[in-house]
């Protein structure tokens, strides 16, 4: 096995399964504690994702739960969500552990700093969503109810619809990483995706269309913060071509000594 590799220990396909399973029950239980830890403040962890629908809603209304047991499952269900959501970085790190000793050293450069920056992108697109995103919606939502019709939102539909929508932002916020990557593996290169902009651009308000509810605040939140995404990844697309290339003149400069 090439040098480069970080391990060249041989391991057999037993020892893999096994290895595999380790991490996957270390990941299991690091969520289990955290969700133990979160869970006697599931009601207020609860109140505290409902606030930018609550603080919207009409004076006089509240949320309702239709369902007999939804006033337990729901604050249980985002307990648990949560706990995953916090959990990522140990998760990831147990991935990244079992991966690891497959790569080559300058996978590992490229690799490592993905994947904290993926975490992070993650976790800012959910901030964006909550702190952006969710207060001018919910407000365009109850301004535009029809006279006499009361905004009493279930519990549970309201879980449901923003966990989506913290996907949805989360997921987009990974573009830098995609485009990172898609260059990185010569799948395409910088110099086309920008010669695409405007399909992107077209493509990002498509995506925000598909992702979001149907109104013209929450898909532009959605389209322009992936367009300026799309744009810091051409620059850190440069950067790892660059990077690239220099690598690969010292290796034909060592070759050749």
């Known amino acids: 096995m ?3 590799y970080g391990d060249d220990t041989p391991q057999t396909l037993i020892s893999h399964l096994l290895e595999l399973r380790d991490r996957l029950l270390k990941a299991v239980v690091a969520v289990l504690v955290v969700f133990l830890c979160l869970f006697y403040f599931s009601r ?8 930018p629908l609550m603080d919207a809603m009409p004076v006089g209304t509240q949320m309702i739960a239709t369902g007999v047991a939804s006033p337990f499952l729901a604050p249980f269900k985002l307990t648990l ?8 970085p140990f998760i990831l790190h147990q991935a ?26 993650f976790y800012a697109g959910a901030a964006f969503a909550y702190f952006v995103v969710f207060p001018l919606m919910f407000k365009f939502f109850t301004t535009v109810a029809p006279e006499g019709v009361a905004v009493t939102t279930d519990i549970s539909s309201y879980l449901d619809f923003v966990l989506a929508l913290f996907l949805a932002f989360g997921v987009a916020f990974e573009l830098p990483i995609a485009i990172v990557l898609l260059v990185a593996t010569g799948i395409t290169t910088v110099e086309k ?24 605040v929450s ?15 051409l620059i850190f ?6 990077q690239q290339v220099e690598r690969q003149e ?8």
Do not use: N
Request: proline fraction near 5%; aromatic fraction near 10%.
């Open 250 to 257: 010292q290796e034909d400069a060592g070759d050749q000594d």
């Open 237 to 242: 697309g440069r950067l790892v071509r660059r």
């Open 81 to 88: 969500y949560l706990s995953i959501f916090a959990a990522m």
């Open 219 to 233: 898909q532009t939140l959605l389209a322009v913060p992936m367009w300026l995404l799309f744009e810091i990844g």
């Open 2 to 4: 090439s040098e480069e």
């Open 96 to 121: 990244w552990a079992f991966v690891a000793p497959g790569l080559y050293k300058h996978e590992k450069r490229l690799a490592v700093p993905l994947l904290a920056s993926s975490v992070l992108l």
């Open 44 to 51: 207020e962890l609860y109140t505290l994702v409902a606030r």
């Open 193 to 216: 995706l920008a010669a695409s902009r405007a399909y992107v651009v077209v493509g990002c308000f498509v995506i925000g269309m598909l992702l979001t509810p149907p109104d013209i």
